[in-house]
């Protein structure tokens, strides 16, 4: 049943930065740690939040049946075609059902703070435990921000040039943030500014995108985590499997579905 004042997904925005995603998110420096965990756990994986596969389409690579879950029908599209042999699907992470049980469930790269309130959160990871097999694992990662990161100086909103990243073609994209972080909600406003150059140098387009995201804390993760019937088993602060810290800039939390 829907519930009153619930947040409106952000359907529209991925849809409208589809084709800028890979561009900007072509790391690959957390997918050794999913491949690994997913070494170590049994059963077929399904990621919660897929985007257009930068995590699923390497587990697919790698042998394992995967299932990636994707609200954007863009980002779906785009992903179906760097990999035929994920099961893509449509839908919402907080009540899509699926047809099978999964050992392993990944939520990767602040999916999670795609989810606007606390409810929204409980939603999914009640309905990630129900896709769960007995004894199977779900791994959520965030990003962590610093202090300066969520200051907002005299009212005005955070502005920051984030990265200029160098594509395949020579060309480069910049982008540039405003945000607005509202400790009261823990939601973080943010409007993106993307420059997009050709090799040489001409910028060829402009664009802005607004986006919303809802932080959470290890101790608030946890907390609704167990609420939801999982047991925490380890914490992290990064991919090698360092200790969660006031320095971290990742937070990766694994639970397990009781057996």
């Known amino acids: 049943m829907d519930r009153p004042n619930k947040e409106p997904p952000l359907l529209a925005e991925y849809?409208?930065?589809a084709d800028l995603y890979n561009l900007e998110y072509g790391h690959e420096y957390d997918v050794p740690f999913w491949l690994s965990l997913a070494d170590r756990e049994r059963g077929p994986v399904v990621e919660w939040g897929a985007g257009t596969g930068r995590v699923s389409v390497p587990l697919a690579r790698r042998g394992f049946n995967v299932t990636a879950v994707e609200l954007s029908q863009k980002m779906l599209e785009r992903g179906k075609k760097k990999n035929q042999s994920v099961e893509w699907v449509p839908g919402d992470m907080c009540d899509v059902k699926l047809d099978r049980l999964?050992?392993?469930s990944v939520c990767?790269?602040?999916s999670f703070l795609c989810l606007l309130d606390l409810e929204d959160a409980l939603d999914f990871l009640r309905n990630a435990r129900e896709h769960l097999a007995p004894g199977g694992m779900l791994g959520v990662e965030v990003?962590?921000?610093s202090p300066e990161e969520l200051a907002d100086p005299l009212g005005m909103a955070n502005v920051r040039h984030d990265f200029t990243r160098p594509l395949d073609n020579g060309g480069t994209l910049d982008r540039f943030s405003a945000t607005r972080y509202d400790t009261a909600t823990q939601i973080m406003d943010m409007r993106l500014f993307y420059e997009l150059?050709?090799?040489s140098?001409?910028?060829k387009s402009r664009?802005?995108?607004?986006l919303r995201i809802r932080l959470t804390t290890r101790d608030e993760l946890e907390l609704m985590l167990r609420a939801t019937g999982f047991v925490v088993e380890s914490v992290y602060g990064g991919f090698d499997g360092e200790p969660f810290t006031p320095e971290s800039d990742h937070l990766i939390v694994l639970a397990r579905n009781p057996a």
Not at 207 to 210: L, N, V
Request: aromatic share 18%; charged share 25%; net charge negative.
């Open 15 to 17: 849809d409208l930065m």
């Open 108 to 110: 990767a790269f602040n």
């Open 207 to 210: 664009r802005a995108h607004e």
């Open 197 to 199: 150059f050709d090799p």
């Open 143 to 145: 990003s962590v921000f």
């Open 102 to 104: 999964f050992g392993l």
């Open 201 to 203: 140098g001409e910028m």
